[in-house]
């Protein structure tokens, strides 16, 4: 028997969301979801940890998988709201790493290297992004809203256990 409402999971999808879509979205520090995809899953957990926190009883795995989900879902928004003006501060610096890569690379064609470095290139890569995230957020996040469900369940005490 699930003990969820709806209104339950909008605290968590929206705290779990925020830790992997801000975490995603951060430059160096996205680097780390390269590793098992960290902050997707590490949102996924902390969805599935608010949920418990916010129930008298233990939440089913299918209570966290949803709650990780549904955060996998937010972090993709947030993700893509947080990367456009990350991008747009980051553009110069992009630019010239671009340059620096593309100046190395001799196999690059030369219609592609004109897109590379251009607005046109930074919006692709953020409509990508953002799908990407989307698709990869959801699987692992539920995935990490699993892991939540099982690490922080509540423990059921009966009469008999009390006694020393």
Known sequence: MSITTKDGFRQPALIGGAVMGVLSALPLISAFNVCCCLWVVSGGVVAAYVFQQNQS??????????????????????????????????????????????????????????????????????????????????????????LGAAIFKKQVHGPAQDLP
């Open 57 to 146: 009883a233990s939440i089913t795995p299918s209570d966290g998988a949803l709650a990780g989900l549904l955060a996998g879902i937010v972090g993709a928004v947030i993700y893509l709201v947080l990367s456009i003006p990350i991008t747009i501060l980051m553009a110069p610096f992009e630019r010239e790493l671009l340059e620096r890569i593309i100046n190395n690379a001799g196999g690059i064609p030369p219609e592609y290297r004109g897109v590379l470095g251009t607005t046109m290139g930074r919006t692709i890569q953020l409509v990508v992004g953002f799908f990407f995230m989307l698709i990869v957020g959801a699987i692992f996040s539920t995935l990490g809203g699993l």
